[in-house]
């Protein structure tokens, strides 16, 4: 295995499935089953899931709601997802615990940092909820954050696109696609792999982030392996 710990960094949106908004159970399951079969190899596996498919904190801000509040909401719309993901991961035969950077005792354990270590090590998926705790942060920051601080070896980001392009691919049918890049050219190229801030804290470690499609199946399984699948930012 190329990676011995990965921190898995999901969208919202990619729970949706089909449908407009909301948890699709079948992509659920479908997601449980890729992780599984790192898990079955050996392979420490830490998770942080966006809200977008329940809500965002940026979109409310922007029709008039308070920041500080929505962002709260987007947490607690994380926290929602990873209780969903959890469930699946333990009806498909994995061991889970759910961290949130909220207190939420009745649900989930509090975020610590060597707690989650050492579930890791003991071979449990350990899903991140709540962000960072802190509005104004994305889940894209809080995946960098908890990657550096349980020491993953890379940051998996599955996505919808199967990697970094020269553009949108899905608006620009000349866009080329990155095997590898460095931090360096994704600032000066202006490129959209994370936000800002998730992006300069993975630099400033030197955490790697892989880009790739999380829907297509064994894509996840042939990243841990090494194999050269979506675009590796180091």
Not at 2 to 23: C, F, P, T, V
Not at 137 to 147: E, I, N, P, Q, W
Request: hydrophobic fraction near 40%; charge should be neutral; charged fraction near 25%.
């Amino acid at each position: 295995m190329k990676y011995k710990r990965i921190l898995l960094k999901l969208s919202g949106e990619a729970l949706m499935g089909d449908n407009q908004y909301g948890i699709d159970p079948k992509r659920l399951s479908e997601y449980a089953l890729e992780i599984k079969k790192v898990v079955d190899l050996g392979v420490e596996v830490a998770i942080v899931i966006g809200g977008g498919n329940i809500f965002r904190g940026v979109a409310g801000a922007s029709k008039g709601m308070d920041r500080v509040q929505g962002d709260y909401m987007g947490m607690l719309a994380t926290v929602i997802n990873g209780m969903a993901l959890q469930g699946a991961l333990e009806d498909a035969g994995m061991l889970t615990r759910l961290q949130t950077a909220l207190k939420m005792e009745a649900i989930a354990e509090p975020y610590i940092k060597r707690r989650a270590t050492r579930h890791l090590e003991k071979g449990r998926i350990v899903i991140f909820g709540a962000g960072t705790g802190n509005p104004y942060f994305t889940t894209d920051t809080a995946a960098v954050l908890r990657g550096i601080e349980v020491n993953a070896d890379v940051i998996l980001k599955g996505t919808r696109v199967d990697g970094v392009y020269t553009a949108d691919p899905e608006k620009d049918p000349n866009a080329t696609k990155y095997e590898n890049i460095t931090f360096a050219d994704v600032l000066n190229k202006g490129l959209n792999v994370m936000d800002t801030t998730a992006f300069t804290l993975s630099q400033e470690n030197n955490l790697p982030i892989v880009v790739f499609d999380m829907n297509k199946e064994d894509n996840l399984l042939k990243v841990c392996q090494g194999d050269v699948i979506g675009t590796t930012v180091y």
